[in-house]
C-alpha cells in the first residue's frame, strides 16, 4: 500500500471517529439540556399555574417573562417533552429537533396559545459546541490535503527512481527549490544520478575501446596463424585465439548488460529456442532433440534471453557424456537436459565470473555468468537439479516463481 493511501486510510478513520464522538457528545449533550429546559419550564409552569387560573392573566405573564405568544403554529411538533392536564388547562412542551427551539402549549376549554421559550444560554453552548466540532473536522480536511501536498513530490520521486533504475539514465527529478527533507532527497538524486550518467557513458565507451584494442590484434594474429606450416601448432594457436575472442566478446558481453535496458517484446517460447539454436551454428542438428510440450508466449528481451539459452545448450554440448541435448518446453518452464556426471558443488559456484573445476571444464567460466545476470534482469528463475544421470537446467518464465 503506498503511502498516500495509508494517509487517506488514517485520514478516514480519523474522521469516522471524531463523527462518532461528535453525534455521540451532541446526543448527549442535547439530552442534558433538554432535561435541564424542561425541569425549568415545568418548575415555572407549576408557580404560575398554581397561583393563577385565568387565562388572560396566565399571558400576561408569560409575556412579561419573554415569552412569545402565537395563536397559530403551523409547525410540526413533534418531540414532546413535558405533558400534562391540570384542572383548567392541558399543558404540553415541545421541541422542534432540527431547530432546538421551545414550545409551551396551553390548550383551554375554548382557546389555545403557543408560546415559544426564550433563547436559551445553554442551547446556545450547545450550538458553538457543534461548531467547534464542525470546525475540528475541516482542520482535520485541510491537514490531510496540507499532508498530501507536502508529500505530493514523492510520486514524481518514486517515478524517475524508477526510470532511473530502468536504464533512462537522463532521468531527473525536477522539484521546486525547497530546503526540507523532500527537496534534500531530490537534490542528492540528481547529483547520484549524475555522476551515475558520467560512470557509466565512460564505462561504455571503454569497454569500446577495449573491445576494438583486443579484437584487432585477435584477428591479425588469425592471419598470421595461417601461415604456419606445422598443422599441430596451427590448430594450438587457432584454439587459442578462438578462446580469447570468446572471453573478449564474454567479457564486453557480460559489462553491457549492467548497462543496458531491456528491449521487451512478446514473443512464442519455439520463437525463443529457435532465435537461440540459430546463435550456435550446429552442423549436426541431430545433436539436439526438442520437445515442445506446451507452447506459451513470453515479454521479455528476445535478444538476449536467447543467449541464456543458448550459453545453456553450448554448455550441456561441451560436457556431456552422450547426445542428444535434451530441450523442453512446458508451461512458462524452459528445461535443459544432458548426460553428465553431477555437479560437485552448488549451482551458485559455478554462476561465478572464470568459476571452472578442471576435471569438467576448459573454458573461462563466463557463459553461465552471463545466464545468470540475464536471467535476474528478467526477474526470472534459474535452478539446477540431478536426476537419473543427467544435468538438468530449468529456467521459470514467470516473475511469480
Not at 27 to 41: L, P, Q, S
Not at 217 to 238: C, D, R, V
Not at 319 to 331: A, M
Request: proline letters at 1%; glycine letters at 2%; one cysteine or more.
Amino acid at each position: 500500500m503506498s503511502i498516500f493511501k495509508k494517509i487517506a486510510l488514517l485520514f478516514i478513520i480519523s474522521f469516522i471517529l471524531m463523527s462518532i464522538i461528535g453525534l455521540w457528545i451532541d446526543k448527549i449533550n442535547t439530552k442534558r439540556i433538554d432535561n435541564i429546559v424542561k425541569e425549568k419550564y415545568v418548575s415555572f409552569l407549576e408557580h404560575v399555574l398554581s397561583s393563577e387560573n385565568d387565562s388572560q392573566k396566565l399571558i400576561k405573564i408569560f409575556e412579561s417573562n419573554k415569552f412569545k405568544i402565537k395563536r397559530n403554529l403551523h409547525i410540526s411538533l413533534n418531540e414532546i417533552l413535558f405533558h400534562k392536564k391540570y384542572s383548567f388547562v392541558e399543558v404540553s412542551i415541545y421541541k422542534i429537533s432540527f431547530d432546538d427551539e421551545l414550545f409551551i402549549k396551553l390548550k383551554f376549554e375554548n382557546d389555545e396559545y403557543f408560546l415559544k421559550t426564550p433563547d436559551e444560554e445553554n442551547l446556545r453552548d450547545k450550538t458553538v459546541l457543534n461548531i467547534l466540532i464542525c470546525i475540528d473536522i475541516l482542520v482535520l480536511l485541510l491537514i490531510f490535503f496540507y499532508i498530501v501536498k507536502i508529500l505530493s513530490p514523492i510520486k514524481n520521486i518514486t517515478k524517475e527512481i524508477t526510470n532511473f533504475a530502468n536504464g533512462n539514465l537522463s532521468a531527473r527529478i525536477d522539484i521546486k527549490k525547497s530546503n526540507d527533507e523532500i527537496g534534500i532527497l531530490a537534490n542528492s538524486f540528481n547529483q547520484m544520478a549524475t555522476s551515475l550518467e558520467k560512470f557509466i557513458k565512460t564505462k561504455e565507451e571503454l569497454l569500446r575501446d577495449i573491445g576494438h584494442e583486443l579484437r584487432t590484434p585477435i584477428a591479425k594474429g588469425k592471419f598470421a596463424i595461417e601461415k604456419i606450416e606445422n598443422e599441430s601448432q596451427k590448430e594450438l594457436f587457432k584454439k587459442i585465439f578462438i578462446d580469447l575472442e570468446t572471453l573478449t566478446n564474454e567479457l564486453i558481453e557480460l559489462e553491457k548488460l549492467e548497462l543496458t535496458k531491456l528491449n521487451l517484446t512478446t514473443f512464442s517460447a519455439e520463437t525463443l529456442i529457435l532465435e537461440a539454436l540459430s546463435k550456435l551454428y550446429l552442423e549436426d542438428e541431430s545433436k539436439i532433440e526438442l520437445n515442445i510440450n506446451e507452447d506459451f508466449k513470453i515479454t521479455a528481451d528476445l535478444y538476449y534471453l536467447s543467449i541464456a539459452i543458448k550459453n545453456l545448450i553450448d554448455n550441456a554440448l561441451k560436457y556431456t557424456q552422450e547426445l542428444p541435448i535434451i530441450v523442453d518446453i512446458n508451461k512458462n518452464e524452459i528445461k535443459i537436459s544432458n548426460k553428465a556426471k553431477e555437479l560437485s558443488k552448488d549451482l551458485e559456484y559455478y554462476l561465478k565470473p572464470f568459476t571452472q573445476e578442471l576435471s569438467h571444464r576448459n573454458g573461462f567460466g563466463l557463459g553461465l555468468s552471463i545466464v545468470k545476470k540475464i536471467i535476474d534482469k528478467h526477474q526470472y528463475k534459474l535452478s539446477y537439479e540431478y536426476i537419473d544421470g543427467y544435468i538438468v537446467f530449468k529456467i521459470y518464465l514467470s516473475k511469480s516463481l
